[in-house]
């Protein structure tokens, strides 16, 4: 999802474009009474408790990506309606360069500059986004509602501040703030101890109640790309959303370019 464009067909949509700024992070409120012996069921309620009526929301950020092949940061639009439809437009100096939209089989690059639509199912998104998009918590990732699964035993440590939930593999770690009840590290790593995906949630604030994080970070190291979305405003009741591509029928579809025909570029 996401959302975030980070490969090289991607990027050479969006980085042609192109410093990132960010409110200050909310006082955290204090620890819970009952910290540090929240059971798992209960550290993923107390996450839930919060926005679990959240179905919608629109936002405006700055979105920075780095990869082997291109570096830029521009300006976004950003409107996503939970289990459904994520839209952003990206510009630069106020003129809009491209738009993308993620369904949840599908995503769409309108590339206006070259007046052509780049067209591929999710999961060919995600040779080209750093961030999971092929699951079904593309809502949460996006605005730091990130719960442990339920179906993962996880067993459960904790520090002075924090919790830390670890599978079974000793290979995904989520590291949760119960002052805010929200995941603030989801780390995968690979049977030899390698990083493989990073997911960081910093500078929350409350936005109507809710805990959202200001600056999120995607990374996938070994792939060498990372992406950083910094929100300058959320709304999280914006009523009624528009997800149209604004792309005519008259507009060429491509197909996502195979990572052999990008490579070297």
Known sequence: MVVLLAGAAGLSVLLALAGCSG????????????????????IRANIAAAHDTLDRYEATARLTVQSPERSGSFNARVRQRRA??????????GIEGARMLMTPD?????????????????????????VPVSGDRVFENMLG????????TWSVEADSTLYFLTDPSGRTRVTVDPRRWR????????ADGTLVEERLFHRFESVDGVQIPKRILFR????GMMAELRYKDVDLTPGDLSFDLGVGSDVPRVGVPSPSSTSGR
């Open 23 to 42: 409110p200050q992070a909310a006082t955290a409120p204090g620890l819970p009474a009952a910290f540090p012996n929240h059971s798992v069921a209960d």
């Open 84 to 93: 459904d439809s994520l839209l952003m437009s990206f510009n630069l100096f």
């Open 106 to 130: 599908s995503f769409f690059v309108y590339d206006k500059r070259k007046g052509q639509v780049m067209v591929g199912s999710v999961q060919q998104a995600e040779q080209v986004l750093p």
């Open 145 to 152: 509602l990130l719960q442990p699964e339920s179906a993962t």
């Open 183 to 190: 995941v603030i590290r989801y780390a995968r790593e690979s």
């Open 220 to 223: 996938r190291p070994a792939d």
